[in-house]
C-alpha cells in the first residue's frame, strides 16, 4: 500500500492530457492541501486554547489580543476550514459530473462520501470551541437537528451529556475535533489516493 501511494505521489510517466488544469481542476488535491493547513494551524492553537467552558472564551481572547501573530492564525484556521469544506464538495460534484464514480471506483466514491462527511462534522465540532453565544447557539440548533434523526436522542447523549457547552461536552467535542475525527479524515484519505492508483485502467478519470 506503501509502495503504491509513493507511485502515486511521483510516477513514472504523466500523460500530458493529465497535467492540464482542467483535467481534474486539483480540486482533490486542494482539499487536502487544506486539510495539511488545517492540522498545522490547529496545532499552534493548542498552545494557547483550554477545553474549560470558563476558560475557552478567554483564551481566545488572550491568542487575538496578546499573542503575537494570533489572531492571524486563527483566521487562517477558520478560512482554511471554508476552503476544505467548499473544495470537498466541488470535488464530488465533478465527479459525478464527469462520471467518475462509477465501476469500478465504487469504493473510492464510497470513501470520498465518508470524507465529505467527515469534513461537515469537523467543522460542527469545532464551531463549539470557541464559546461565544454563537458557538452555543449554533450547536444547540444542531444538536435539536440531530433529535429528528433515527437515534437521534442517543447520539445527542452521546455528544452532549451534560448539555452544549457544559464541561464534558465540551471535551468530547474537543477530542473529536482534535483527534478522532482529523485521524479519521487522514486515514480514509490515504485510502483514497491508493485507490485512485489501484485503479488506475479506468483514466481518463484520476
Same mark, same amino acid.
Given at each position: 500500500m506503501?509502495?503504491?501511494?509513493?507511485?502515486?505521489?511521483?510516477?513514472?510517466?504523466?500523460?500530458?492530457?493529465?497535467?492540464?488544469?482542467t483535467?481534474t481542476f486539483c %480540486?482533490? $488535491?486542494? !482539499?487536502?492541501?487544506?486539510?495539511? &493547513?488545517?492540522?498545522?494551524?490547529?496545532?499552534? /492553537? *493548542?498552545?494557547?486554547? =483550554?477545553?474549560?467552558?470558563?476558560?475557552?472564551?478567554?483564551?481566545?481572547?488572550?491568542l487575538?489580543?496578546?499573542?503575537?501573530g494570533?489572531?492571524?492564525?486563527?483566521?487562517?484556521?477558520r478560512?482554511?476550514?471554508?476552503?476544505f469544506?467548499?473544495l470537498?464538495?466541488l470535488?464530488t460534484?465533478?465527479?459525478?459530473?464527469?462520471?467518475a464514480?462509477?465501476?469500478?471506483?465504487?469504493?473510492?466514491? %464510497?470513501? $470520498?462520501? !465518508?470524507l465529505?462527511?467527515?469534513? &461537515?462534522?469537523?467543522?460542527?465540532?469545532?464551531? /463549539? *470551541?470557541?464559546?461565544? =453565544?454563537?458557538?452555543?447557539?449554533?450547536?444547540?440548533?444542531?444538536?435539536?437537528?440531530v433529535?429528528?434523526?433515527?437515534?437521534?436522542?442517543?447520539?445527542?447523549?452521546?455528544l452532549?451529556?451534560?448539555?452544549?457547552?457544559?464541561?464534558?461536552?465540551?471535551?468530547r467535542?474537543?477530542v473529536?475535533?482534535?483527534?478522532?475525527?482529523?485521524?479519521?479524515?487522514?486515514?480514509?484519505?490515504?485510502l483514497h489516493?491508493?485507490?485512485v492508483?489501484?485503479?488506475?485502467?479506468?483514466?481518463?478519470?484520476?
Amino acid at each position: 500500500m506503501i509502495k503504491d501511494f509513493a507511485r502515486h505521489l511521483f510516477p513514472r510517466a504523466v500523460l500530458q492530457r493529465d497535467l492540464t488544469f482542467t483535467y481534474t481542476f486539483c %480540486l482533490g $488535491g486542494l !482539499a487536502f492541501t487544506s486539510f495539511l &493547513v488545517l492540522a498545522a494551524t490547529g496545532a499552534l /492553537l *493548542l498552545f494557547y486554547y =483550554q477545553p474549560t467552558p470558563a476558560a475557552a472564551y478567554p483564551s481566545i481572547l488572550l491568542l487575538e489580543s496578546s499573542v503575537y501573530g494570533g489572531k492571524y492564525l486563527r483566521s487562517l484556521h477558520r478560512l482554511a476550514s471554508h476552503f476544505f469544506l467548499v473544495l470537498i464538495v466541488l470535488h464530488t460534484l465533478r465527479v459525478i459530473l464527469t462520471g467518475a464514480c462509477a465501476k469500478p471506483r465504487e469504493l473510492n466514491w %464510497l470513501t $470520498g462520501c !465518508a470524507l465529505l462527511m467527515l469534513a &461537515v462534522f469537523e467543522g460542527y465540532t469545532g464551531y /463549539l *470551541l470557541p464559546m461565544d =453565544q454563537l458557538a452555543l447557539w449554533a450547536t444547540q440548533t444542531g444538536m435539536e437537528l440531530v433529535n429528528t434523526l433515527p437515534f437521534g436522542a442517543a447520539l445527542r447523549t452521546v455528544l452532549v451529556p451534560d448539555g452544549v457547552g457544559e464541561p464534558m461536552s465540551l471535551l468530547r467535542f474537543y477530542v473529536l475535533h482534535i483527534l478522532v475525527v482529523p485521524g479519521a479524515v487522514l486515514l480514509l484519505s490515504s485510502l483514497h489516493f491508493y485507490r485512485v492508483r489501484k485503479n488506475k485502467g479506468v483514466l481518463p478519470y484520476l
